[in-house]
């Protein structure tokens, strides 16, 4: 039989990992910080707010990890993405109910923020935590909290990557764009990119990928086409599948290279008013998490 303290740490295990992932960014990562907390909290005697004491170590925990991570990132080969959890591209009513959803979209931005601008803005704008209880986690004040959240909100309101598109939108454009990158049609990608598109791979030095950003419908369309007309066309057994990216649409690309290592890329996007602002493909596979039976 559970024990009380068990039973209460169970009750607000789904928000914490809520926090944890919008906060570090990586499933995995969240939920071992979210564990870490649990231990933590099954040696205290007393707590009378389990739910705030729990807030406040879980994001300490994710604090660290953010300070550790952002030296890791410094030498990291080329462009980072974050971690990418795939989906089957199920009835989208499976996921709504995950408190933990946050597009790719979203994560890109927040990861241009300071460790203490994520902290505070997601604990108070995306949670509604008080800025003294923010202060506490970061080990400030009240009123250096509130700067770090208004500096973290004015971040991502520029951050420049749009999404506001729901699924159904998102999987029609994306379908689109696809066809049009494969044939290379000019105007058919004039119509589903949007002017100042960017599109983002990461390969983390294992697999060849983009080492910069690719800017504009036409530079954009061309490296597409390039990689769907030539880069795999010597991938045997190629699968491509439509899968969920956090919730969003996605592209799952999976084969056998000619020098016979596993082809393993996901491509996700972000919409608004029917044309695509960001592409993003995973393609480093130490950040490529499948679940379900894919």
Not at 266 to 281: K, P, Q, S, Y
């Amino acid at each position: 039989m559970p024990s009380p303290t068990a039973t209460e740490f169970q009750t607000h295990r789904a928000y914490l990992t809520a926090v944890a992932f919008r906060i570090i960014g990586n499933r995995a990562e969240a939920e071992d910080a979210v564990q870490e907390a649990w231990l933590r909290f099954a040696q205290q005697a007393d707590v009378r707010d389990a739910r705030g004491w729990l807030t406040t170590v879980t994001s300490r925990i994710c604090l660290d990890q953010l300070n550790s991570a952002r030296v890791r990132r410094t030498s990291y080969p080329g462009e980072w993405l974050p971690a990418f959890t795939v989906d089957q591209d199920a009835d989208p009513a499976l996921f709504a109910e995950r408190a933990d959803q946050v597009s790719v979209a979203l994560l890109v931005v927040l990861e241009r923020l300071t460790p203490e601008q994520r902290v505070a803005f997601v604990l108070h704008d995306a949670f509604g935590v008080p800025f003294d209880e923010v202060a506490t986690v970061l080990d400030t004040t009240a009123a250096a909290a509130r700067q770090h959240a208004s500096r973290g909100r004015r971040a991502v309101a520029d951050g420049g990557v749009r999404h506001t598109a729901g699924l159904a939108e998102q999987r029609r454009v994306l379908a689109a764009f696809l066809t049009a990158a494969q044939s290379g049609d000019l105007i058919a990608l004039a119509a589903v990119l949007a002017p100042d598109v960017v599109a983002i791979s990461d390969g983390g030095g294992l697999v060849r990928s983009a080492l910069r950003p690719v800017f504009g419908p036409e530079k954009v369309g061309r490296f597409f086409h390039g990689l769907l007309t030539h880069r795999l066309a010597d991938v045997a057994d190629l699968e491509v599948a439509p899968v969920l990216v956090e919730g969003g649409a996605g592209m799952l690309l999976r084969g056998r290279r000619p020098d016979g290592a596993l082809l393993l890329a996901v491509l996700t996007v972000a919409v608004e008013d029917g044309r695509i602002t960001g592409l993003f493909t995973q393609q480093n596979p130490e950040k490529v998490r499948l679940v379900g039976d894919l």
